[in-house]
T-cell receptor
Framework: GAVVSQHPSWVICKSGTSVKIECRSL??????MFWYRQFPKQSLMLMAT?????????EQGVEKDKFLINHASLTLSTLTVTSAHPEDSSFYIC???????????FGSGTRLTVV | QKEVEQNSGPLSVPEGAIASLNCTYS??????FFWYRQYSGKSPELIMF??SNGDKEDGRFTAQLNKASQYVSLLIRDSQPSDSATYLC?????????????WGLGTSLAVNP
């Protein structure tokens, strides 16, 4: 089945630094990648939708200059949290769809802690 | 009115019973419907998808869709303690397109041994 590999699974960084999260589709081409954020005991919140080779579409209230998304190839999308602050601490998850299947596959998630 | 609504729960059922999870949606143009399970601290995993009115069965799981009533449900037969998780309902566009999913807030299910 479709697999999305997400790294790192957890990261701790200092306030003011940047963190990059990678998502790779291992056995299919992900023309579209969705990036979510989830705070404890809350539901998924879509941050942005990225399409290969074009600029990402950000949801209302999400700062595009803070959350940089790059989708340069059909198998790799990255999310960079720039100048991270403690309030950015959250669970970040990517998701993509294999057009040959019907479900959206999620990466395993990245737990970011900013200290 | 929220676009996708679920009872937050917690829904508590005894082991071996049937758990019934419900979801309503507001967009009549919705074409695809998904149920995901999420364990605490983990990412969601797909349980079932359904596109057509009626029932779809997969093992212990049955999804039911009624587009006229804008209602989709998930039945879990012979519930097991390992089924204890949050169940997320998601609604999307036509099969094959990459329209973003609209998510419910999830229903917490507890299966008691």
């Amino acid at each position: 089945g479709a697999v999305v590999s997400q790294h790192p699974s957890w990261v701790i960084c200092k306030s003011g630094t940047s963190v990059k999260i990678e998502c790779r589709s291992l056995d299919f081409q992900a023309t579209t990648m969705f990036w979510y954020r989830q705070f404890p005991k809350q539901s998924l919140m879509l941050m942005a939708t990225s399409n290969e080779g074009s600029k990402a579409t950000y949801e209302q209230g999400v700062e595009k200059d803070k959350f940089l998304i790059n989708h340069a190839s059909l198998t790799l999308s990255t999310l960079t949290v720039t100048s991270a602050h403690p309030e950015d601490s959250s669970f970040y998850i990517c998701s993509a769809r294999d057009t040959g299947l019907y479900g959206y596959t999620f990466g395993s998630g990245t737990r970011l802690t900013v200290v | 009115q929220k676009e996708v609504e679920q009872n937050s729960g917690p829904l508590s059922v005894p082991e071996g019973a049937i758990a019934s999870l419900n979801c309503t949606y507001s967009d009549r143009g919705s074409q695809s419907f998904f149920w995901y399970r999420q364990y605490s601290g983990k990412s969601p995993e797909l349980i079932m998808f359904i596109y057509s009115n009626g029932d779809k069965e997969d093992g212990r799981f049955t999804a039911q869709l009624n587009k006229a009533s804008q209602y989709v449900s998930l039945l879990i037969r012979d519930s097991q303690p390992s089924d204890s998780a949050t169940y997320l309902c998601a609604v999307g566009g036509r099969a094959g397109n990459n329209r973003k999913l609209i998510w419910g807030l999830g229903t917490s299910l507890a299966v008691n041994p």
